[in-house]
């Protein structure tokens, strides 16, 4: 399909599917065939090959040692990326840093920036986003965020409770929301902090045994519950305004769930290559499998809402270069997270037996895909944004026709 993405666009997003094929691909299936899991060390290489041939943080600015790629541009790359499971890795466009370095390089001071995003964007550091929180707190609902910073002199003091805190055990650093301003409106008075990870009163729990992970990676990146006790730090390590940390964190999540929307769409179209690959060569009851009227008619639906699901990701990103695209963005993310969760249950379905084995990557796809419609805000969150929107938009004339209509 052509989407009409822009010439550089389409010229990085060409050498980066030749690196995932070239490089990344091969070493993927060798870790899948013999469990020899991919080191640190190993990482860095494929970092140095990225950086030679200009793939390296495509989505930040030059003078970090990105390739400067606007936003739009760098999303058919990440799409490439997405069809491995260490791709977005080996050139450094991984979530949750490769939204932290943003939230960084839009609210950072200058000092944070060369002591912390520099390093950041150059795999000299790593980094987590502290805001979900256990029971009661906040969530899917963020308003109900528990945790609280309070000034003593030139320094906050942070209390609080977290999980869910993707990357926490291998990150120097948290961006933690808290609670800034506790007589104001959660939106109005909450703040991000940046807090080194070795600060005093930063306990990390435990990371959480969950569905899916990077299975091909030697360390668990993994997501952990932290507690936070009279944890200090300078009122300065403030990312953006203080009380503003609600509006930073919707410009890192808007950019971020359309990210992911393309991660996880490169990750289905791969998942449907290997099913139709399979369905070709297996045969069953006298022809192969690819001739059979029923799963041929399910590939054809899954291609096409794939398809849809790359369109209006697409869309979303144009808007969001001229408005908060709130409304677009929120569709776009529970269109594909939907859309690819469903692609992958048939991929391994077309696969049989060999659908569930981990010689092939589909029973990791199907494993990682299923928290996209819950993290970056679940599926029932964003339809009820969605509703409120388009109910909002009722107009009054049809309003009075139904009430007509109702009279007679």
Known sequence: MEYHDSEKAKEVATRVEAFMEGEVLPREREALRTGDRISFDELE???????????????????YGGQGLGFRDMLPSFEQV???LFGALSIRANAPDEGNMHTLEIGANERIKEEYLRPLVQGEMWSAFSMTEPMNGGGADPKMLQTTAEKDGDEWVINGHKWWTSQAKIADFLLVMA???????????????????????????RN???????????????HAEITYDDVRVPVENTIGEENGGFRLAQLRLGGGRLTHCMRYSGMAERALTIAKTYMSEREGFGSPIADKQAL????ADAETNLHAARTVSRHAARELDRSDARIEVAMAKTFTANVTNEIMDLAVQCCGGNGIAKDLPLAHFYEEVRAFRIFDGPDEVHR????????EDTAPEELENVLRFGER
């Open 45 to 63: 290489d494929y970092w140095e090959m990225a950086k030679d041939r200009d793939l390296f943080a495509p989505q930040m600015p030059e003078e």
């Open 82 to 84: 997405g069809r491995s």
């Open 179 to 205: 609670r800034t301003d506790p007589d104001a409106h959660p939106y109005e008075g909450a703040s991000i902090i940046l807090v080194p990870v070795d600060t005093d009163g930063v306990e990390i729990v």
């Open 208 to 222: 959480y045994d969950h569905l899916g992970g990077h299975g091909i990676m030697e360390t668990e990146f993994g």
């Open 296 to 299: 041929r008619h399910r590939i």
């Open 384 to 391: 009820r944004s969605i509703a409120r929107e388009v109910f």
